[in-house]
Protein backbone atom coordinates (compact mmCIF):
# COMPACT_ATOMS: atom_id res chain seq x y z
CA UNK A 1 0.00 0.00 0.00
CA UNK A 2 2.98 2.36 0.22
CA UNK A 3 4.05 2.58 -3.66
CA UNK A 4 3.64 5.75 -5.20
CA UNK A 5 0.94 6.97 -6.85
CA UNK A 6 1.49 7.37 -10.28
CA UNK A 7 2.70 10.52 -11.89
CA UNK A 8 3.63 11.45 -8.39
CA UNK A 9 7.82 11.50 -8.60
CA UNK A 10 9.87 9.29 -5.59
CA UNK A 11 12.16 12.66 -4.96
CA UNK A 12 9.12 14.37 -3.27
CA UNK A 13 8.76 12.03 -0.41
CA UNK A 14 10.69 12.67 2.66
CA UNK A 15 13.43 10.98 3.27
CA UNK A 16 13.14 11.19 6.91
CA UNK A 17 9.69 11.06 9.10
CA UNK A 18 8.46 14.57 8.17
CA UNK A 19 6.71 17.46 10.03
CA UNK A 20 3.13 17.64 9.88
CA UNK A 21 3.51 20.78 7.54
CA UNK A 22 5.51 19.16 5.55
CA UNK A 23 3.15 15.93 5.23
CA UNK A 24 0.31 18.45 4.13
CA UNK A 25 2.52 19.88 1.53
CA UNK A 26 3.58 16.04 0.27
CA UNK A 27 -0.23 15.93 -0.19
CA UNK A 28 -0.87 19.08 -1.91
CA UNK A 29 -0.94 18.27 -5.57
CA UNK A 30 -2.24 14.93 -5.38
CA UNK A 31 -5.53 15.78 -3.31
CA UNK A 32 -7.65 18.33 -2.17
CA UNK A 33 -5.65 20.46 0.69
CA UNK A 34 -8.87 19.97 3.13
CA UNK A 35 -9.23 16.66 2.63
CA UNK A 36 -5.02 16.18 3.51
CA UNK A 37 -5.58 18.18 6.41
CA UNK A 38 -8.67 15.96 7.76
CA UNK A 39 -7.15 13.31 7.10
CA UNK A 40 -4.08 14.00 8.76
CA UNK A 41 -6.26 15.30 11.43
CA UNK A 42 -8.05 11.42 11.91
CA UNK A 43 -4.48 10.07 11.90
CA UNK A 44 -3.13 12.19 14.77
CA UNK A 45 -6.95 12.14 16.36
CA UNK A 46 -6.32 16.17 16.90
CA UNK A 47 -8.12 19.13 16.21
CA UNK A 48 -7.51 21.38 13.18
CA UNK A 49 -5.86 24.07 15.06
CA UNK A 50 -3.36 21.09 16.20
CA UNK A 51 -2.15 21.18 12.71
CA UNK A 52 -2.05 24.89 12.74
CA UNK A 53 -0.36 25.29 15.99
CA UNK A 54 2.33 22.60 15.89
CA UNK A 55 3.40 22.61 11.98
CA UNK A 56 7.20 21.45 12.74
CA UNK A 57 5.54 18.54 15.11
CA UNK A 58 7.24 15.29 13.68
CA UNK A 59 4.99 12.28 12.96
CA UNK A 60 6.09 8.76 14.04
CA UNK A 61 6.48 6.13 11.74
CA UNK A 62 3.02 4.42 12.14
CA UNK A 63 1.30 7.87 11.21
CA UNK A 64 3.45 8.58 8.94
CA UNK A 65 2.85 5.25 6.83
CA UNK A 66 -1.09 5.16 7.51
CA UNK A 67 -1.59 9.05 6.19
CA UNK A 68 0.36 7.82 3.61
CA UNK A 69 -2.29 5.13 2.58
CA UNK A 70 -4.87 7.57 3.25
CA UNK A 71 -3.78 9.79 0.78
CA UNK A 72 -3.12 7.21 -1.53
CA UNK A 73 -6.51 6.07 -1.07
CA UNK A 74 -8.24 9.20 -1.87
CA UNK A 75 -6.03 9.91 -4.85
CA UNK A 76 -7.83 6.61 -6.26
CA UNK A 77 -11.05 7.86 -5.13
CA UNK A 78 -12.22 6.83 -2.37
CA UNK A 79 -14.41 9.48 -0.21
CA UNK A 80 -13.00 11.22 2.70
CA UNK A 81 -15.97 10.17 4.42
CA UNK A 82 -15.14 6.38 4.15
CA UNK A 83 -11.61 7.08 4.98
CA UNK A 84 -12.03 8.69 8.17
CA UNK A 85 -15.28 6.35 8.74
CA UNK A 86 -17.42 9.80 9.94
CA UNK A 87 -19.96 12.61 8.58
CA UNK A 88 -20.85 15.55 10.08
CA UNK A 89 -24.65 15.77 9.48
CA UNK A 90 -26.60 19.05 11.48
CA UNK A 91 -24.12 19.38 13.84
CA UNK A 92 -23.51 15.97 15.00
CA UNK A 93 -21.03 13.46 13.86
CA UNK A 94 -22.50 10.43 12.17
CA UNK A 95 -20.19 6.82 11.90
CA UNK A 96 -20.10 5.86 7.99
CA UNK A 97 -19.29 3.21 6.19
CA UNK A 98 -19.40 1.82 2.39
CA UNK A 99 -22.54 0.34 3.64
CA UNK A 100 -24.64 3.19 3.43
CA UNK A 101 -24.77 6.57 1.73
CA UNK A 102 -22.75 9.42 3.16
CA UNK A 103 -24.63 11.96 4.50
CA UNK A 104 -25.05 15.20 2.75
CA UNK A 105 -25.86 18.60 3.03
CA UNK A 106 -28.75 18.96 0.98
CA UNK A 107 -31.09 16.31 3.27
CA UNK A 108 -30.40 18.73 6.25
CA UNK A 109 -33.72 20.20 4.01
CA UNK A 110 -35.35 17.46 5.05
CA UNK A 111 -34.81 17.97 8.57
CA UNK A 112 -35.64 21.53 8.21
CA UNK A 113 -39.29 20.73 6.62
CA UNK A 114 -40.13 18.29 8.96
CA UNK A 115 -39.36 20.56 12.20
CA UNK A 116 -41.56 23.57 10.64
CA UNK A 117 -44.57 20.62 9.81
CA UNK A 118 -44.52 18.92 13.25
CA UNK A 119 -46.95 22.08 14.19
CA UNK A 120 -49.23 20.89 17.40
CA UNK A 121 -48.47 17.19 17.55
CA UNK A 122 -46.56 16.90 20.50
CA UNK A 123 -45.80 12.86 20.01
CA UNK A 124 -45.96 12.82 16.45
CA UNK A 125 -45.19 9.71 14.93
CA UNK A 126 -42.31 9.70 12.66
CA UNK A 127 -41.09 7.06 9.91
CA UNK A 128 -37.75 7.77 7.71
CA UNK A 129 -37.60 5.31 4.99
CA UNK A 130 -34.13 4.03 3.66
CA UNK A 131 -32.40 5.75 6.65
CA UNK A 132 -29.12 4.67 5.72
CA UNK A 133 -26.63 5.50 8.30
CA UNK A 134 -29.70 7.00 10.45
CA UNK A 135 -28.76 10.30 9.94
CA UNK A 136 -32.32 11.56 9.45
CA UNK A 137 -34.38 9.58 11.84
CA UNK A 138 -31.87 9.84 14.53
CA UNK A 139 -30.97 14.10 14.01
CA UNK A 140 -35.26 14.26 14.03
CA UNK A 141 -35.27 12.03 17.24
CA UNK A 142 -32.84 14.49 18.65
CA UNK A 143 -34.35 17.69 17.73
CA UNK A 144 -38.08 16.69 18.02
CA UNK A 145 -37.21 15.14 21.94
CA UNK A 146 -40.87 13.68 22.60
CA UNK A 147 -41.77 12.29 19.07
CA UNK A 148 -41.49 8.65 18.48
CA UNK A 149 -39.38 8.01 15.77
CA UNK A 150 -39.15 4.89 13.29
CA UNK A 151 -36.42 4.02 10.48
CA UNK A 152 -36.34 1.29 8.25
CA UNK A 153 -33.86 -0.16 5.53
CA UNK A 154 -34.10 -2.82 3.43
CA UNK A 155 -30.17 -3.33 3.96
CA UNK A 156 -29.25 -4.82 7.64
CA UNK A 157 -25.78 -4.17 7.22
CA UNK A 158 -26.65 -0.11 6.92
CA UNK A 159 -29.34 -1.02 9.94
CA UNK A 160 -25.95 -1.64 12.17
CA UNK A 161 -24.46 1.73 11.21
CA UNK A 162 -27.58 3.04 12.08
CA UNK A 163 -28.36 1.32 15.13
CA UNK A 164 -24.55 2.29 16.33
CA UNK A 165 -25.24 6.06 15.55
CA UNK A 166 -28.43 5.67 17.32
CA UNK A 167 -26.46 4.31 20.61
CA UNK A 168 -23.38 6.79 20.42
CA UNK A 169 -25.69 9.98 19.85
CA UNK A 170 -27.86 8.63 22.34
CA UNK A 171 -30.88 8.80 20.20
CA UNK A 172 -34.17 6.72 20.64
CA UNK A 173 -35.20 5.12 17.27
CA UNK A 174 -36.96 2.26 16.39
CA UNK A 175 -35.18 0.15 13.93
CA UNK A 176 -36.87 -2.53 11.20
CA UNK A 177 -36.27 -4.26 8.28
CA UNK A 178 -38.38 -3.51 5.72
CA UNK A 179 -38.48 -3.08 2.31
CA UNK A 180 -40.50 0.15 2.18
CA UNK A 181 -43.58 -0.94 3.25
CA UNK A 182 -43.84 -4.25 3.22
CA UNK A 183 -42.64 -5.20 6.41
CA UNK A 184 -45.12 -2.54 8.48
CA UNK A 185 -48.23 -3.64 9.67
CA UNK A 186 -50.74 -1.19 10.11
CA UNK A 187 -48.81 1.25 11.75
CA UNK A 188 -49.58 5.25 10.86
CA UNK A 189 -47.45 8.09 11.06
CA UNK A 190 -48.16 12.53 11.41
CA UNK A 191 -44.76 12.08 9.44
CA UNK A 192 -43.14 10.39 6.85
CA UNK A 193 -40.02 11.10 5.04
CA UNK A 194 -37.26 9.76 2.76
CA UNK A 195 -34.54 10.26 0.82
CA UNK A 196 -34.88 7.33 -1.30
CA UNK A 197 -32.19 6.24 -4.62
CA UNK A 198 -33.15 8.57 -7.09
CA UNK A 199 -30.47 8.28 -9.43
CA UNK A 200 -31.51 7.56 -12.95
CA UNK A 201 -29.84 3.79 -13.74
CA UNK A 202 -27.76 4.52 -16.36
CA UNK A 203 -27.17 7.98 -15.26
CA UNK A 204 -23.22 8.02 -15.61
CA UNK A 205 -22.28 10.17 -12.74
CA UNK A 206 -23.00 6.59 -11.06
CA UNK A 207 -19.27 5.62 -12.15
CA UNK A 208 -17.57 9.25 -11.90
CA UNK A 209 -16.35 10.91 -8.21
CA UNK A 210 -17.70 9.70 -4.71
CA UNK A 211 -20.55 7.69 -5.92
CA UNK A 212 -18.61 4.84 -7.20
CA UNK A 213 -17.84 3.59 -3.90
CA UNK A 214 -21.12 4.38 -2.48
CA UNK A 215 -23.86 1.05 -2.41
CA UNK A 216 -25.47 1.46 -5.92
CA UNK A 217 -28.72 0.17 -4.15
CA UNK A 218 -29.10 3.79 -2.26
CA UNK A 219 -28.53 5.82 -5.02
CA UNK A 220 -29.87 3.99 -8.25
CA UNK A 221 -34.11 3.70 -8.96
CA UNK A 222 -34.87 2.82 -12.80
CA UNK A 223 -34.64 4.68 -15.97
CA UNK A 224 -35.66 7.66 -14.67
CA UNK A 225 -34.25 6.84 -11.02
CA UNK A 226 -38.59 7.70 -9.72
CA UNK A 227 -39.17 3.92 -8.95
CA UNK A 228 -38.56 4.14 -5.62
CA UNK A 229 -40.05 7.77 -5.34
CA UNK A 230 -43.37 6.19 -6.80
CA UNK A 231 -43.66 3.29 -4.63
CA UNK A 232 -43.25 5.49 -1.53
CA UNK A 233 -45.65 8.05 -2.63
CA UNK A 234 -48.39 5.00 -3.52
CA UNK A 235 -47.82 3.50 -0.45
CA UNK A 236 -47.68 6.82 2.35
CA UNK A 237 -51.47 7.59 2.32
CA UNK A 238 -52.06 3.91 4.22
CA UNK A 239 -49.25 4.56 6.78
CA UNK A 240 -50.35 8.53 7.51
CA UNK A 241 -52.87 9.76 10.19
CA UNK A 242 -55.40 12.41 8.13
CA UNK A 243 -53.62 15.49 8.53
CA UNK A 244 -49.82 13.99 8.04
CA UNK A 245 -47.05 15.13 5.81
CA UNK A 246 -45.09 13.16 3.46
CA UNK A 247 -41.29 14.61 2.35
CA UNK A 248 -39.17 13.24 -0.45
CA UNK A 249 -36.05 14.17 -1.13
CA UNK A 250 -35.03 13.69 -5.33
CA UNK A 251 -32.85 15.01 -8.17
CA UNK A 252 -32.59 18.01 -9.48
CA UNK A 253 -34.88 17.70 -12.39
CA UNK A 254 -37.70 15.36 -10.79
CA UNK A 255 -39.49 17.97 -8.64
CA UNK A 256 -42.56 17.99 -11.81
CA UNK A 257 -42.59 14.57 -11.73
CA UNK A 258 -42.65 14.05 -8.09
CA UNK A 259 -45.17 16.51 -7.60
CA UNK A 260 -47.01 14.42 -10.16
CA UNK A 261 -46.39 11.23 -7.90
CA UNK A 262 -48.33 12.73 -5.39
CA UNK A 263 -50.97 14.12 -6.82
CA UNK A 264 -51.52 10.99 -8.24
CA UNK A 265 -51.92 9.24 -4.58
CA UNK A 266 -53.94 11.95 -3.63
CA UNK A 267 -52.08 14.27 -1.27
CA UNK A 268 -53.07 17.85 -1.14
CA UNK A 269 -50.86 21.49 -0.63
CA UNK A 270 -48.20 19.32 -2.68
CA UNK A 271 -45.46 21.80 -2.90
CA UNK A 272 -41.07 21.72 -3.27
CA UNK A 273 -38.55 23.19 -1.86
CA UNK A 274 -35.30 24.59 -2.60
CA UNK A 275 -31.75 22.97 -1.28
CA UNK A 276 -28.58 25.16 -0.41
CA UNK A 277 -28.08 25.31 -4.04
CA UNK A 278 -31.34 26.73 -5.11
CA UNK A 279 -32.62 23.52 -6.31
CA UNK A 280 -36.06 22.20 -6.05
CA UNK A 281 -35.05 18.97 -3.96
CA UNK A 282 -38.03 18.24 -2.03
CA UNK A 283 -41.51 17.79 -3.00
CA UNK A 284 -44.14 17.08 -0.31
CA UNK A 285 -47.62 16.73 0.35
CA UNK A 286 -50.61 16.42 2.78
CA UNK A 287 -52.74 13.33 3.33
CA UNK A 288 -56.32 14.62 4.59
CA UNK A 289 -57.73 11.46 4.79
CA UNK A 290 -60.56 10.00 2.15
CA UNK A 291 -63.90 12.07 2.43
N1 LIG B 1 -27.93 13.29 -3.80
C1 LIG B 1 -27.28 12.09 -4.22
C2 LIG B 1 -26.42 12.38 -5.42
O1 LIG B 1 -26.89 12.56 -6.49
C3 LIG B 1 -28.25 10.98 -4.51
C4 LIG B 1 -28.83 10.50 -3.27
C5 LIG B 1 -29.95 9.57 -3.50
O2 LIG B 1 -30.10 8.90 -4.51
N2 LIG B 1 -30.77 9.53 -2.54
O3 LIG B 1 -25.25 12.46 -5.27
Known sequence: MSGLPTGA??????????AIARALAWARGRIDAMDARV??????????SRLAAWPEQLLDAE??????????RRLAGEPVAYLTGEREFYGRNFMVTPAVLIPRPDTEL???????????????????????????AITLALELGEADVTA????????????????????SVS?????WFSALGGERFELIVSNPPYVAAADPHLDEGDLRFE?????????????????????????????????LEHGYD???????????????????????AGIERVSGGRWLGRG
Open 110 to 136: LVELTLAHVGDWRYARVLDMGTGSGAL
Open 9 to 18: GRDDLPDDLP
Open 152 to 171: LDRSREALWVAMANAARLGA
Open 39 to 48: LLRHVLQCPA
Open 254 to 276: QAPAVRGLLADAGFASIASWKDL
Open 215 to 247: PRAALAAGPAGLDDLAEIAAGAARHLEPGGWLF
Open 63 to 72: DWARYRELVE
Open 175 to 179: FVQSD
